[in-house]
């Protein structure tokens, strides 16, 4: 079993910069592919980053690449997402996910086991 802990998240104004981190309680974190999803008000959740059980494999969501970074650090069991030059459609409530069973991340929402209550961030106009 696995619990994870979203926290960072809050409001921005566009063009700023927020990061949000996911606490894992995994004993083998190392072993888990993990990733950022997001849902909008009225919207499905949707892919936004994944990293690899190493960190040297990452993927974004076109929405997202270039401003956003995923990372990890495996000794404090911490995934983490930067994100820069926000903007309004941003907006949502972001999840931190992870799987064990997973050799590749994967922007597949149905492949990761373990989730996290969510963090909202807010990205004003």
């Known amino acids: 079993q696995v619990h994870l802990e979203e926290s960072g998240g809050g409001l921005v104004q566009a063009g700023g910069s927020l990061g949000v981190s996911c606490a894992a309680s995994a004993r083998r974190f190392r072993n888990y592919a993990m990733a950022w999803f997001r849902q909008a008000p009225g919207k499905e959740r949707e892919f936004v980053a994944a990293?690899?059980?190493?960190?040297?494999?990452?993927f974004y969501a076109a929405s997202v690449k270039g401003r956003f970074t995923i990372s990890r650090d495996n000794a404090k069991n911490t995934l983490t997402l930067q994100m820069n030059s926000l903007k309004p459609e941003d907006t949502a409530i972001y999840y931190c996910a992870a799987d064990e069973s997973l050799v590749a991340p994967s922007a597949r929402e149905t492949e990761y086991e373990y989730w996290g209550q969510g963090t909202q961030v807010t990205v004003s106009s």
């Open positions: 990293i690899g059980w190493s960190g040297d494999s990452t």
